[in-house]
């Protein structure tokens, strides 16, 4: 990918800007579990989307010398107190990326463009789009890691020490993270995700349809979920399994072949919620219509033969992916057959989006 245009930069290194949006993604094959600091346990694969997604300004300001970082966050306007902890654990890890942080007040303005309280999980985005606004702060300031080719590299890398699956917010289209190697030439880093790009054209335009079942707060969040794989009876397991479910889903997705796609991403969905339901402090994050939902999607699937597949993030909420070919079909299945298990019946109709990130005007 190509460096970042530091034109996009408003004002100058004492007082300035910067904005970008960063889309949210779903994983495929599931990263659950980490090692080190905000290392993936296993490789990922996930699908970057083209509605859902994150905008952030960057505001920053020189301070009198040795008073030490200090920054706000605004979600929509409002002091968010609740994310507070988690982006000042973040800035303490990538101080050292970007020395000259220490001498700041930042401010962090940030807006979803999905709607409120759906259930839907923003960090991917949020934490995507802040590195996006840190990277450039970088890159404009001169951090010589941050300049060049390599900066969505780092940028990834830096998004990653926010939450996991931020790393992969970074590209759009398919992304893959942790030591899959996905050719001979793009070898798999756990450090941050690579953009995967030889797809089939079957795989190329893709609908994802989030279908709302319950939006209350979780009850047990994916960062204590990922500490549970600490000592998990099935993690060795698990490690070779999801290395084996990326050969075959990165086979079905170079060559086409839709049966193996959908039995891969459904075997992932269900084998992380599996995966909590056998943790040593066990819990379940699927809602009763979470399966009846699952079943009408496998009935419709074996009467009409109409190519769509589930997955589900850690929450209750389905993901229904197909090729936009079925879109109209699977739209009227969902009208017709799921509304009414859906929260206030609704849903959000989006797709992958290929373009990714981008800088927006302050
Ligand atoms: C089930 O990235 O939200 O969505 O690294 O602790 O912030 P932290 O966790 P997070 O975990 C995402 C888990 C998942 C699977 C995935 O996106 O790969």
Redesign the pocket.
């Known amino acids: 990918m190509s460096s970042f245009d530091i034109s996009s930069v408003k004002g100058d290194l004492n007082r300035g800007q910067v904005s970008w949006e960063a889309p949210s ?3 495929l ?4 579990g ?1 090692k080190g600091l ?1 290392l ?1 346990m296993n490789s ?1 694969l ?1 699908l970057s989307l083209s509605s859902s997604k994150t905008k952030t300004t960057l505001s920053w300001k020189k301070k009198p010398e040795g008073e030490g970082l200090s920054f706000d966050l605004l979600f929509e306007g409002k002091k968010k107190v609740q994310f507070q902890k ?1 982006i000042s654990t973040f800035l303490k890890r990538i101080e050292e990326k970007i020395p000259s942080l220490k001498d700041y007040h930042l401010q962090f303005d940030s807006e979803n463009t999905f709607p409120h309280s759906v259930g839907i ?1 923003s ?2 985005s949020s ?1 995507a789009s802040l590195a996006l606004c840190l990277g450039s702060f970088a890159a404009y300031s001169g951090v010589e890691t941050f300049l060049g080719d390599a900066f969505y590299e780092q940028v990834s890398s830096m998004a ?1 020490l ?5 790393c ?1 917010s970074i590209y759009g289209g398919w992304a893959s ?1 942790g030591p899959y190697q996905l050719d001979e030439r793009e070898k798999g880093s756990d450090f941050y995700a690579t953009p995967f790009t030889k797809i089939d054209p079957l795989f190329e335009e893709m609908s994802d349809f989030i279908l709302i079942v319950d939006s209350s707060p979780k009850k047990v ?6 500490a549970l794989m600490e000592g998990h009876p099935f993690a060795e397991g698990r490690i070779l399994q999801a290395e084996n479910n990326m050969n075959k889903l990165v086979d079905s997705i170079l060559k086409g072949k839709w049966d193996i796609f959908q039995r891969v991403v459904e075997n992932e969905a269900l084998s ?1 919620h599996s995966l909590m339901m056998s943790s040593n402090n066990p819990y379940i994050l699927m809602h009763p219509r979470s399966l009846a939902v699952i079943e009408k999607i496998k009935e419709m699937r074996a009467k009409t033969g109409v190519n769509c597949c589930f997955t ?4 209750p909420n389905i993901h229904l992916l197909c090729p936009r070919s079925e879109n109209a079909k699977v739209k009227r299945f969902i009208e017709s057959d799921l509304r009414d298990l859906l929260e206030n019946e609704r849903w959000i109709e989006d797709s992958v989006g290929a373009l990714g990130p981008k800088p927006l005007e302050c």
Request: glycine content about 12%.
């Open positions: 993604n779903i994983a094959v599931k990263y659950w980490k905000q993936p990922s996930s988690k999980a960090s991917a934490m990653r926010g939450s996991g699956s931020a992969r993270w969040s994916s960062t204590e979920g990922h992380l589900l993030d850690a929450g």
